[in-house]
């Protein structure tokens, strides 16, 4: 985020709006810096893309988030038959949530406040949700490289949320690229087999996949249009929260069920690794690279 909301510490419960009006304020009081600072935040929040130096961080942060989640299709895929997707997810969910809870009150020194218009977050976690579930479902129907594979078509799907949601254009040579790292995807997610691309014959896991990817491809987009100026630490918070409030509401009976002090080591490596690395990291991650970046350079990461 900004200069400005780093440094904004409230001294008393203030809800989510009142971050873009405090900061605001404060920026206008330091003169022609926060008068830059201010015009940043318009510039990250709308629209238009960040420049220069922010954008490098928005470049970096996405290619950490990219390394990050490539790890979690290998030890997503042994850990997969060994326990119900709800459940792995419902436990890596709560321990993410309680470590960017932990960051948050450490660091701003107070709680977070109440959310406005909590109906953003009920849809991002929704559609987190939708993924986080369905890529668990696949990889135990298919190989974490033809999960991976589709996986890479997101950036595609992505740019065409962008426009739907944000009217963001995808320069020529950017969607050529997409395309072709498409058309690779598509080659190994049949496994070069020409018949069963003419006849669509696609595995269960791979379509299901599909789905999820789709939920993924929307979330990057629907981030910046969704933010109000909150920081992104607090952002990440309340998506992480309602991602596991709708993981739990479907997957309560699997919770209940799962024999957790049984769990082999696998399963607890994998949800740990999930929930610290390619959960509470990569929420932050893509929702910093998405407030400075369009969404199909983000996700093509």
Not at 198 to 207: M, P, Q, V
Not at 256 to 278: D, E, H, K, N, S
């Amino acid at each position: 985020m900004t200069a400005g909301m780093e440094r904004h510490k409230p001294v008393r419960e203030q809800s989510a709006h009142d971050y873009a009006i405090s900061d605001h304020a404060h920026n206008v009081d330091k003169g022609s810096a926060g008068r830059n600072s201010v015009r940043k935040n318009t510039v990250r929040a709308g629209g238009n893309h960040a420049k220069g130096r922010q954008k490098l961080q928005g470049h970096l942060a996405a290619l950490l988030f990219a390394a990050l989640i490539a790890g979690s299709f290998s030890i997503g895929h042994m850990a997969a038959p060994l326990v119900e997707p709800e459940a792995l997810n419902a436990a890596r969910f709560v321990i993410a949530t309680g470590v960017i809870f932990a960051i948050y009150c450490s660091t701003r020194r107070t709680l977070p406040p109440k959310p406005t218009a909590i109906w953003r977050f009920v849809i991002l976690g929704a559609l987190m949700a939708t993924y986080f579930i369905l890529m668990f479902v696949a990889l135990r129907l298919a190989s974490p490289v033809s999960t991976g594979a589709v996986f890479t078509l997101i950036p595609l799907m992505s740019a065409g949320f962008g426009w739907l949601f944000l009217r963001q254009s995808t320069p020529g040579l950017v969607m050529a690229s997409l395309v072709i790292a498409g058309v690779g995807a598509v080659w190994v997610i049949f496994r070069g087999d020409i018949d069963a691309i003419l006849g669509l014959r696609i595995g269960a896991g791979e379509t299901i996949f599909f789905v999820g990817c789709a939920a993924h491809a929307a979330y990057a987009p629907l981030v910046r249009k969704f933010n109000r100026g909150e920081p992104v630490i607090y952002f990440s918070l309340v998506t992480l929260f309602a991602t596991l409030v709708w993981i739990t509401l479907v997957g309560a009976q699997d919770v209940a069920r799962t024999p957790w002090t049984a769990l082999p080591f696998i399963v607890w490596a994998a949800i740990g690794y999930t929930a610290i690395f390619a959960t509470a990291a990569t929420f932050f991650l893509i929702q910093y690279a998405s407030l400075r970046l369009p969404a199909s350079k983000v996700l093509s990461y």
